[in-house]
């Protein structure tokens, strides 16, 4: 915790200083004898003990503490919602995203788990959705709206276009939509001007201390087939305009899938030959180490999930400071009320 404005604590001495005086005071007092002849009567006045009677003025004292430890402005570290943030999720929905080596598929995991996300996600933090194959869509723009990415989530099949993989064109589109998202609420990106100067080559696994405004989270499960531009070209542009890149490889090394028409579709026996869809980790791996993001590797539903559920709870936060005076305050009140009870039960009685 550190404090706005530590030289209010100063007061905490003159409150030192006066409960000094009391006892010196207290204790003067005691050096005169006082003679009574009842002494029954005295002592149902004096109260049941003597130490009783600290008691209201300690828990008082405990609350002027608390008023001026409020006055001094606290303040704790917290991890907040950064209201300009936007993630933009791109998902392939190419033909090898129809494998079942990850249950139920990998493109039906991959469904629940951007659901796990947006569950995840602050509420105010824009989501927008890309999709792509041989060519890439933007399915919905970034939007505060969860609901309606949700929606566009689950109508992913109207997107499927089996035409191959274009990773650096699905790269270009999420970094094109980016910067339009910062054009139309009058932000600059990272790199754009010297005065603004959040580092992207910093982020580690924790949330990171200066966050970009823009994040793409990239899924894919299979090495560029198609496209005009080259994965690592797509990453250069993302890494220019600022945009980590956090990816995620889904799939298993010997992961297949029925081949389309045509294409020898029927071995000797009659049956549907298959095609090995491995994912390509290595590409997936240099596209977030050049753009400051994080890669990952996912072989399982399960932990696809937990990739993108702490995603989820890491993007569009940011580590920062937030007042807690009111605690103090509120303790105060909470003291005050406390030494007027203790004052009204130990006060002394006249039998």
Request: glycine letters at 10%.
């Amino acid at each position: 915790m550190t404090l706005e404005r530590p030289w209010m604590l100063l007061g905490l001495l003159v409150l030192a200083g006066a409960a000094g005086l009391w006892l010196v005071a207290e204790r003067r007092r005691a050096r005169y004898a006082v003679r009574y002849p009842n002494l029954d009567v005295l002592a149902g006045v004096a109260g049941p003990g003597s130490w009783t009677r600290y008691v209201p003025l300690a828990l008082f004292g405990l609350a002027l503490t608390s008023l001026l430890v409020a006055l001094a402005r606290p303040e704790a570290p917290r991890t907040l919602t950064d209201e300009r943030a936007t993630v933009i999720l791109v998902l392939d929905t190419s033909r090898s995203m129809q494998s079942n080596d990850v249950r139920p598929t990998r493109l039906g995991a991959a469904q629940a788990a951007v659901r796990t996300f947006l569950d995840r996600a602050p509420s105010r933090l824009r989501v927008g959705l890309v999709v792509f194959a041989g060519d890439a869509q933007v399915a919905t723009p970034p939007t505060r709206d969860h609901a309606l990415v949700r929606q566009a989530v689950d109508d992913i099949g109207s997107y499927l276009v089996y035409g191959g993989t274009a990773i650096g064109d699905a790269l270009r589109t999420a970094v094109e939509l980016g910067k339009q998202t910062l054009d139309q609420q009058g932000q600059q990106g990272p790199n754009a001007a010297p005065a603004q100067k959040p580092s992207t080559r910093a982020l580690s696994a924790s949330t990171p201390a200066a966050p970009a405004l823009v994040s793409i989270l990239f899924l894919s499960d299979g090495a560029q087939t198609r496209g005009q531009l080259q994965p690592l070209e797509g990453a250069r542009l993302a890494k220019a305009a600022g945009f980590p890149v956090y990816t995620v490889a889904l799939g298993t090394p010997n992961g297949t899938v029925a081949a389309p028409p045509g294409f020898f579709n029927f071995g000797a026996y009659g049956s549907a030959r298959r095609i090995l869809v491995p994912p390509d980790p290595a590409t997936l791996r240099a596209i977030a180490e050049t753009t400051g993001g994080r890669f990952s590797e996912a072989r399982t539903a399960r932990t696809l999930e937990a990739a993108y559920s702490k995603l989820g709870s890491q993007l569009g936060r940011r580590t920062g400071r937030s007042e807690v005076t009111f605690l103090f305050v509120a303790a105060a009140a909470v003291f005050l009320v406390a030494a007027g009870v203790a004052a009204a039960i130990t006060s002394p009685r006249l039998p």
